[in-house]
């Protein structure tokens, strides 16, 4: 079954630190892994997407990495910042079989808050 | 640009009574996805529709219906509200392939009474 879970639900850190949030994804076969930053009320923005054959991309303080083989990506945000306060939401894209159209699948989120 | 708008913002209602949420697209983008977020079970896919025709639908009952307009605006409705219904509703546009990169709308806020 396709799924993607992320870690840890909840994070909560102080301003100026860094931190790593966690997606595992059990799809296959992928496409492309994308992280969204999503404020409380607001629609997701994308910070990142990254295909198969990358495993570095960044976005000023965020830096996604991607493992493919193992099926694991992490975000990392240096020097958080007050604004950095949000969840952070990854998504894969898979195709079916059969069919030439992706298919997206969202982990759950993890919310940041970030604490002067 | 100017980016994906959706109308309105905030909307109550009470169960039993239908509503239609509106998605205007980023100006070329021809693809339009919509999303139900619930604290809950978060970020769920309902339909997207490319050139006026539904190409891939979630897993939500018959209630939620979409269409697309020639000038590629969306919109949505729900008829019979549940309040299992209060949600986000969420669009994002696409330029074509909606699981390669899209732009989301800042969503409607749904609450049925």
């Known amino acids: 079954k396709n799924q993607v879970e992320q870690s840890p639900q909840s994070l909560i850190i102080l301003e100026g630190k860094n931190c790593t949030l966690q997606?595992?994804?059990?799809?296959?076969?992928?496409?492309?892994l994308r992280w969204y930053k999503q404020d409380t009320g607001r629609g997701p923005v994308s910070l990142t997407i990254?295909?198969?054959?990358?495993n570095t991309k960044s976005n000023g303080r965020y830096t996604a990495t991607l493992d493919a083989d193992t099926k694991q990506s992490s975000l990392h945000i240096t020097a958080s910042q007050l604004s950095d306060s949000a969840s952070y939401i990854c998504v894969v894209s898979g195709v079916e079989g059969g069919s030439t159209l992706g298919r997206l699948y969202f982990g759950r989120g993890t919310q940041l808050t970030v604490w002067p | 640009k100017a980016g994906v708008t959706q109308t309105p913002r905030y909307l109550i209602k009470t169960r039993g009574q239908q509503v239609t949420l509106s998605c205007s697209p980023i100006?070329?983008?021809?693809?339009v996805s919509w999303y139900q977020q619930t604290p809950g079970q978060g970020l769920q896919f309902l339909f997207e529709?490319?050139?006026?025709?539904?190409?891939n639908k979630g897993n939500f009952p018959g209630r939620f219906s979409g269409r697309q307009f020639s000038n590629s605006r969306s919109e949505m409705n729900v008829s019979t509200l549940e309040l299992g219904d209060s949600a986000l509703y969420l669009c994002?546009?696409?330029?074509?392939?909606?699981?390669?990169?899209?732009?989301f709308g800042p969503g409607t806020r749904l609450t049925v009474t």
């Open positions: 990254m295909t198969f054959s990358e």
């Open positions: 100006s070329g983008h021809r693809s």
């Open positions: 529709y490319f050139s006026e025709t539904q190409r």
């Open positions: 994002a546009s696409s330029a074509t392939d909606y699981s390669y990169e899209q732009y």
């Open positions: 997606c595992n994804y059990t799809v296959s076969p992928f496409s492309n």
